[in-house]
């Protein structure tokens, strides 16, 4: 169980243009999911926390107008890279948190296979 | 969240056990340690994690020092499968926080 999909696994754009990445939660409901971004030989970076049924929270440094994120169900979280540019080309990561009132791993989280972006 | 301190890179001999180490000194009372590892090119993977006794899972064991400023994370038989970067998180409640990650160990078993 506790299985987290991403949607695509890779994609390449051209610079200017919009890519939505898609984060589900497969076999548990998640309130709250995390999109994390890495860059070739660098640690995972956080990037935002996403609500359902509110505004995700950005980190320090992270564009909310460039990186859109919409959490409209529980088991579905998108992040938008609007107008790409080549320095956005990343490996995207989400994550999904089991709910605080499950028993077990309470709250623990579960990460996707990744989404490797490159902006020509 | 407490801050981590890592090797950045070790080496091991498969079928050997892997012990890696983490100095978390300035950890609180509520923050527990937990360890995730990342295959290339793939999402981060949960390993293990702990408060303050020994855990052992099927995938390895996590042992935290008396004083919990430091924990070893031992793979006790590690097959070339095994290579990855491990990381070693802090953080406050069981699940409630957010994950924030370091740098890592670098980890490669060799032949």
């Known amino acids: 169980g506790a299985v987290v999909s991403q949607h695509p696994s890779r994609v390449i754009c051209k610079s200017g243009t919009s890519v939505k990445i898609e984060c589900r939660s497969l076999?548990?409901?998640?309130?709250?999911m995390f999109w994390y971004r890495q860059f070739p030989k660098q640690s995972l970076m956080l990037m935002a926390t996403s609500n359902e049924g509110s505004k995700a929270t950005y980190e320090q440094g992270v564009e909310k107008d460039k990186f859109l994120i919409n959490h409209a169900s529980l088991t579905l979280s998108t992040l938008t890279v609007t107008s790409a540019h080549p320095e956005d080309s990343s490996f995207y990561i989400c994550?999904?948190?089991?709910?605080?009132?499950?028993?077990?791993?309470?709250?623990?989280?579960?990460f996707g296979p990744g989404t490797r972006l490159t902006v020509l | 969240d407490a801050k981590t301190t890592q090797p950045t890179s070790m080496d091991c001999a498969e079928g050997r056990a892997a012990n890696l180490p983490c100095n978390h000194s300035?950890?609180?009372?509520?923050?527990?340690v937990y360890w995730y590892r990342q295959i290339h090119s793939q999402g981060p993977q949960y390993i293990i994690h702990?408060?303050?006794n020994n855990e052992t899972n099927e995938m390895a064991s996590l042992i935290i020092t008396e004083d919990r400023k430091s924990s070893t994370l031992i793979l006790p038989h590690a097959t070339l499968r095994d290579t990855a970067v491990y990381y070693c998180i802090v953080r406050a409640y069981q699940g409630a926080q957010k994950l924030v990650f370091g740098q890592g160990t670098r980890l490669t078993i060799n032949p």
């Open positions: 702990g408060l303050k």
């Open positions: 994550s999904a948190r089991l709910p605080l009132t499950s028993g077990g791993r309470i709250g623990e989280q579960f």
């Open positions: 300035t950890i609180s009372g509520n923050e527990y």
């Open positions: 076999d548990f409901q998640a309130t709250t």
